[in-house]
């Protein structure tokens, strides 16, 4: 249960859960927040909308890896759970690997279903870094245009220098 | 000013000046496709720091250069400060020992780095406590002083203040001191003597 009323941030649909952390990604009033959540705390990091200069999104193999993984976890279960079916199974082993592969085919299922994977980066001037939280194509692409209008707003006066098409030098 | 970095090589990439909007790019490098979005801040010119004027007759000093001219009153101590000291958090002027102050007081969210959850550690000391056996009211005494701790501490920077964790964290640290107590009370205390002597 979390109490979010006085929150100034609100919440990215995007998220990237590890081994004992959590990644989640909020929207404050001029920045964007990555929090890094361990075992005993959060971590933070800020990127402020005006200083966002590029967005970057590298396709990945991280979700055809997990897939292979936990398919080999779920066999790992399932296959002495078949064997188990032949004769007279003990029913406090076979409700343990019953359960095992369950939730390794859920994993699974999710992992899948959540869809391809990928490395976003945030530049700035002072660090170029990887966003945990955009991890997949789609809740990256869902997440990068719903914050676009916001950063476009907040560089409002920043205008691209105009460059000579004869000389290819900027004006000043 | 400087072109945007391929994101797997980090070489730059050669794209038109002033372009801005989403495009797909390959790096000329490592040959890695990737998708790259640019904003006009990828163009700004990043201005120059000031240094602060010469302070000259009558004019306020800064307080720690004191050669140059106060710009600006520190929002937490007070002081002058000059162009160099001033930092800007938020809507506060601040000098360079009020920010470090804050921060390590906890008292900027603004520029915090990192909070520990006593809620949370509380719930991870509980349930630790669950396999500690004799210990195991230490652990339930540690887990229910974390978790007042944390329930008087601010909340996370989100907002978010982790009440179930703390609740949880209260209730199993009371029922494992509890339980212990009354097993221990059971086996070493009166009614003990009387399950003894029937076995006797």
């Known amino acids: 249960m979390s109490d979010a009323r006085s929150s100034p941030y609100t919440r990215l649909p995007a998220r990237r859960f590890g081994v004992a952390q959590r990644a989640t990604l909020w929207l404050g009033s001029d920045h964007i927040l990555v929090v890094h959540e361990t075992m005993t705390g959060e971590s933070y990091r800020r990127f402020f909308l005006r200083d966002i200069r590029a967005i970057t999104i590298r396709a990945t193999r991280r979700r055809e890896t997990t897939t292979t993984v936990l398919i080999v976890l779920a066999l790992v279960n399932l296959l002495p759970l078949v064997a188990l079916t032949s004769g007279d199974p003990d029913v406090r082993v076979f409700s343990l690997l019953a359960a095992g592969s369950l939730v390794w085919l859920a994993l699974l299922t999710a992992n899948l ?14 660090h170029d870094d990887v966003v945990a939280p955009l991890s997949r194509i789609r809740s990256a692409h869902r997440v990068i245009a719903m914050l676009r209008p916001r950063i476009l707003a907040a560089q409002a006066g920043d205008e691209p220098p105009v460059v000579s098409p ?6 000043p | 000013m400087s072109a945007p970095r391929c994101p797997s090589c980090q070489a730059e990439l050669a794209i038109a000046d002033g372009a801005v909007g989403v495009q797909s790019a390959s790096c000329f490098h490592c040959r890695t496709a990737f998708e790259l979005e640019t904003f006009p801040a990828q163009w700004r010119r990043v201005q ?3 240094a602060g004027e010469l302070v000259t007759g009558e004019e306020a000093a800064c307080y720690v250069h004191t050669d140059r001219r106060a710009e600006a009153a520190c929002d937490g101590c007070g002081r002058f400060m000059c162009a160099l000291c001033e930092v800007r958090v938020g809507e506060q002027r601040l000098c360079v020992a009020c920010l470090d102050g804050g921060r390590r007081a906890g008292r900027l969210v603004q520029v915090e780095r990192s909070r520990t959850l006593f809620a949370r550690v509380a719930v991870r000391v509980a349930l630790f406590g669950l396999v500690l056996g004799p210990f195991a009211p230490a652990a339930g005494l540690s887990a229910i002083v974390l978790a007042i701790v944390g329930l008087t501490r601010p909340p996370s920077v989100t907002g978010r203040r982790y009440l179930g964790s703390a ?3 209260l209730l199993l640290g009371s029922v494992l001191t509890l339980g212990w107590l009354w097993w221990w009370m059971m086996m070493f205390g009166g009614s003990g003597e009387v399950v003894f002597t029937e076995y006797e």
Do not use: K, N, Y
Request: glycine content about 12%.
């Open chain 2, 167 to 169: 609740v949880f964290a």
């Open chain 1, 113 to 126: 279903v959540r869809g391809p994977s990928c490395e976003t980066r945030f530049s700035t001037p002072a």
């Open chain 1, 166 to 171: 004869a000389t290819g030098d900027t004006a």
């Open chain 2, 48 to 50: 120059a720091g000031r």
